[in-house]
């Protein structure tokens, strides 16, 4: 029988995101530590992960998504998470929507992304001792009501077969893509190379493609993104970028180069890490239809226009802020979890 128990979930999530606005001693140091375990998890990137779900857990946001019957915490279904490891973080949203929902969390991390998670959900739980039996981790999931993971293309294909007798979300690679009208300001471009450059350009939000109409003058882009130069100092980006030049000049591939980010014109949206795809569009109309045919794909489109297209389109910058509501590929969690 399912038990009823009374919390305050609005005040307990916005508590829980003040204090990862202003990070504890503690925190801290296991944000200057995960570069150990993941050379790509390099201290800034971390705390803006961090951060970021901070601003998530802001109470009007939080009075706006969380159910009507939310302080009201069911015992439910035990729900597997395997959870991707691209960027800091990154499942925790899974995680939170599993426990809100009133099921239990069983929960896989990925190796290179734990301990920041483990020990928001200790945070967690010292705010609401009730959240202490509402999940656990594992390194085999194992007798669960249905499973949410994320992975590449690749191990996809094993997810849905493995996963196949219970209710699933599987979710594959997905990258974002920016729409560009030629007339941004300095400043809106400049708030796009945090869309491209962030995490590395590792997450699915962020833009491996940009589309820009058939005249359009890259100076002014590289000249709006200067001040993210630094980026060609961290080894493996600088590895990246190297290798990936390289094959473009033995290949004589035309591509454009500034120092730290090169830009070659493809049809395709995932680029290689350190190089940004573009193509031409004709008219709103062709941007669209460019879009729409790849919307599978894509996580999300950044650009000040307005275009009717099947996947979100967010403002300049905001890529890597998503809301509470921002679904992994338009997939609504909470109302999965409200139907097993």
């Avoid at 800034?44 to 998530?56: D, S, Y």
Wanted: proline share 3%; with cysteine; glycine share 6%.
């Amino acid at each position: 029988m399912s038990e009823l128990i009374k919390i305050n979930l609005t005040e307990t999530l916005f508590k829980l995101g003040e204090e990862l606005l202003e990070p504890s001693e503690e925190l801290l140091e296991i944000i200057e530590r995960e570069r150990q375990y993941n050379a790509w998890f390099v201290p800034e990137n971390v705390l803006q992960a961090v951060q970021a779900i901070g601003k998530m857990l802001n109470r009007k946001d939080l009075e706006k998504w969380l159910p009507e019957d939310a302080g009201t915490v069911f015992t439910g279904k035990k729900v597997g998470l395997v959870l991707a490891g691209n960027i800091p973080v990154v499942g925790f949203h899974d995680v939170l929507c599993v426990l809100v929902s009133g099921h239990f969390a069983l929960i896989k991390a990925s190796a290179s992304d734990s301990r920041i998670i483990t020990y928001i959900l200790k945070r967690l739980v010292a705010l609401e001792p009730e959240f202490a039996n509402r999940y656990e981790f594992t390194e085999r999931l194992a007798n669960f009501d249905a499973v949410m993971a994320t992975g590449s293309n690749n191990t996809s294909r094993y997810f849905e077969y493995y996963f196949s007798k219970v209710p699933n979300i599987v979710r594959k690679n997905r990258n974002s893509m920016a729409l560009l009208s030629g007339f941004e300001t300095e400043e809106d471009l400049h708030k796009l190379g945090h869309d491209i450059f962030d995490y590395f350009g590792l997450g699915c939000r962020s833009v491996s493609k940009i589309l820009v109409p058939a005249d359009y003058d890259f100076g002014i882009l590289f000249r709006a993104i200067e001040s993210f130069q630094p980026i060609i100092n961290h080894h493996k980006y600088n590895n990246n970028y190297d290798y990936n030049k390289s094959v473009y000049l033995v290949n004589q591939a035309k591509h454009l180069d500034n120092g730290f980010l090169l830009l070659k014109q493809d049809e395709n949206i995932a680029s290689p890490l350190a190089v940004l795809f573009y193509d031409f569009y004709k008219n709103l109309e062709d941007a669209a239809e460019k879009i729409n045919v790849k919307k599978d794909a894509i996580q999300c489109v950044v650009s000040g226009m307005k275009l009717n297209i099947e996947v979100p389109i967010v403002s300049f910058g905001e890529s890597q802020q998503p809301k509470l509501w921002d679904y992994a590929d338009g997939v609504n969690t909470m109302a999965f979890l409200q139907t097993i």
